[in-house]
């Protein structure tokens, strides 16, 4: 697994064009209170609607699901890193947001294609 870093400053740009590319991929959405804990389910099998970074409030929202009775958005407050997590190939196939205390939020694909496959132009 490849893991990138994406720089504070370009948080609202990467997740502007990451929301437009991955729009309604199916996702599951984890919490890891602390790196000796287990991951805790928040969300699962519901399509990613967006990512909004705020640079003004210092949060990111993550909005799943379509339906008013199938959705869900969480907001992470004071988030310190965006790391990417790719395949051996370079396939994104995870976003993790840090914060400083160690608390992770892990949004997962359900199947990790690259973006150009998913029309079958390969």
Known sequence: ???QEVARSEWPSFFDAFSRQHDSWLVTLEEIPSAASRAFLQAGGLPLDGIVADPDSRSIS???GRLPDRHV?????RPARVIVERTDDGIEQAVRIERDEGRV??????????PEEVDGVP
């Open 1 to 3: 697994m490849e893991t």
């Open 62 to 64: 993550i909005m799943l």
């Open 73 to 77: 958005t969480h907001t992470i407050d």
């Open 105 to 114: 939020t892990r949004l997962s694909f359900r199947s990790a294609v690259r």
